[in-house]
C-alpha cells in the first residue's frame, strides 16, 4: 500500500523559490505517475504539474509553465516540484496525487507575500 507525504511549504516573498518534495512509502512507487494540484481558499482545486513513471516525460499547467519544474528520483520514493518566480497567485495547499490509485497526500501550505 502506498502513502504520500507532502513537506516543504512555508512563507515566501514574492519573486521567491520553494522545492516541495511529494514521498511515498510503498515499494510500487516507482509505476506510477505522479501528478501535483493546489488548492487556494475557496477556489477548486487544480493541477499543477504531471510526471510519469520514469521523470522522462512532463507536463505543466499553463499558470506555472516556466516557472515549476517536477522531478523525481525513484531510489528516494520522491517526487520534487520546484517553484521559481512564485506569486501571490501561487499561495494555496499543494497536494501530490497517484490518479490511478485516487491516492493523495495531506497537502503542504505555500504562502506568498507581497
Known amino acids: 500500500q502506498v502513502q504520500l507525504v507532502e513537506s516543504g511549504g512555508g512563507l515566501v516573498q514574492a519573486g521567491g523559490s520553494l522545492r516541495l518534495s511529494c514521498a511515498a512509502s510503498?515499494?510500487?512507487?516507482?509505476?506510477?505517475?505522479i501528478r501535483w494540484f493546489r488548492q487556494a481558499p475557496g477556489k477548486e482545486r487544480e493541477f499543477v504539474a504531471r510526471?510519469?513513471?520514469?521523470?522522462?516525460?512532463?507536463y505543466y499547467a499553463d499558470s506555472v509553465k516556466g516557472r515549476f519544474t517536477i522531478s523525481r528520483d525513484n531510489a528516494k520514493n520522491t517526487v520534487y516540484l520546484q517553484m521559481n518566480s512564485l506569486n501571490a497567485e501561487d499561495t494555496a495547499a499543494y497536494y501530490c496525487?497517484?490518479?490511478?490509485?485516487?491516492?493523495w497526500g495531506q497537502g503542504t501550505q505555500v504562502t506568498v507575500s507581497s
Open positions: 496525487n497517484i490518479e490511478v490509485l485516487g491516492l
Open positions: 510503498g515499494r510500487t512507487f516507482n509505476s506510477y505517475a
Open positions: 510526471i510519469n513513471w520514469s521523470g522522462f516525460s512532463t
